[in-house]
Structure formats: C-alpha cells, structure tokens
C-alpha cells in the first residue's frame, strides 16, 4: 500500500517571524499532495527505507535507499539496475533523473524473485537563485540592502559566484551560504539591478532601487 502523505509545523517567534516547515517541502501552498512524500505498508523482504529526490539547481540524482528484512541475500533490479542485498543487509542506488527547473516525475521499478513494486515520485527544482524583493527602498544615506536566496547544489556552490551589475559596473561575488546580503550605494531617484550566476548567465534576477526622498 502506498499513500500520500507530510507533516507540517508552522510557528510564529516574536524575533524570528513565522517559520514553516514539512518534512516533504511543497515550495509553496501546504495542502499541494502531488508535492507531499510517500509512506508505504510493504510485507514484502525488501523494502524501500528512503528515496532522497533532487532539491537543488544542479542535481540530477534520486538516491532509493534498500533493506532486506530475510535471511536469505536478495537479487534485486531498480530501473534495470541489479545489486545484491545481504541478509538484513542495506544497499543504496543512484537513478539519473531530470534536472531542469521545474516539476518533475519520476516512476520507481522494483523486482526481486517473484515479487513486483512500482510507484511514481514527483520533485521540484528551484530556480538557481531568488530575490526576496525585486523592490527595495534605499535608507537616508543611499544605502540598499538586497537579499538574495540561493537554491544551488553544494557542489555548485562550491564553484559558482554571483556577477551583479550595477550602474553600468559588473561585481563578483562569491558564494558561501543559501542566503546572501549585500548593500549598495544609490545616485539619484531609482537605480535598476541586475545579478545572475557566472556559470549559468540565463537565470537573471533583477531589483529596482528607489530613493525614500
């Protein structure tokens, strides 16, 4: 038997805000269930103890997580991928899939002896990088800050940094966290901003700054 299902929590802190958190995210409305995780009821020998679905820009690896409750070792093919679990063994599988922005499915085959599972996955992945206000009032002295949410995979990040254009002049920035603030200085009523990823210049964001005078 396989159900759709996910927790959720939200709370509200005084000096934090409010917080939401799911154990399987949906990137939005809580109640969207084609984005919630998947609970299975399975007697079988071998059973699925979890698949680790891509999160970020940049990977393409679902990783299906495999344990063998018998006494006896199993031959067990997913996705045509044969691997052999030993006696309360467990054993991981790598399953290339889409990396594209965007929402995706993703059908998991199973088949050891005589025995037969299949169930369909789906998964989101993020625009590389998102700005929380692509509005931004300056201060009195001109000053901007910009807040940045960076949604790429840790090993991107570990090669990527942010190019921002400002004012006809072009920055770089390199990138240590998913969340990234940097200040700028404001000449004259409003001054567009522009910033995309130096290895992958099609994903742009862009703000407008404006003077509070």
């Known amino acids: 038997l396989t159900l ?3 927790f959720c929590r939200n709370r509200n802190q005084v000096d ?13 409305w809580f109640h969207t269930p084609e984005r919630f995780g998947i609970g299975m009821l399975d007697t079988g020998d071998v059973i699925v103890k979890q698949i680790r679905l891509p999160r970020y820009f940049g990977e393409s690896q679902a990783v299906v997580s495999l344990h063998n ?5 199993k031959k067990v093919q997913v996705n045509g991928q ?7 063994g467990e054993k991981q599988v790598r399953l ?25 996955v789906t998964y989101a992945i993020p625009e590389p990088m998102n700005l929380v206000s692509p509005i931004v009032l300056a201060d009195e002295r001109g000053e901007a800050v910009l807040t940045l949410v960076v949604n790429l995979s840790p090993e991107l990040m570990k090669r990527s940094s942010i190019v921002v254009e400002l004012d006809g002049k072009r920055i770089g920035l390199p990138l240590t966290l998913n969340s990234l603030q940097f200040s700028c200085l404001l000449r004259g009523f409003s001054t567009p901003i522009r910033l995309w990823l130096d290895n992958a210049p099609e994903w742009v964001a862009k703000a407008k700054l404006f003077s509070p005078i």
């Open 96 to 120: 290339q899939v889409p990396a594209s922005v965007g929402e995706h499915r993703k059908r998991i085959e199973l088949q050891w002896d005589d025995e037969r599972r299949s169930f369909e």
């Open 4 to 6: 759709r299902i996910n």
């Open 16 to 28: 934090k805000g409010m917080t939401h958190w799911a154990w399987s995210p949906t990137f939005g």
């Open 69 to 73: 409750k018998g006494n006896e070792p």
């Open 82 to 88: 044969q691997i052999t679990l030993s006696p309360k």
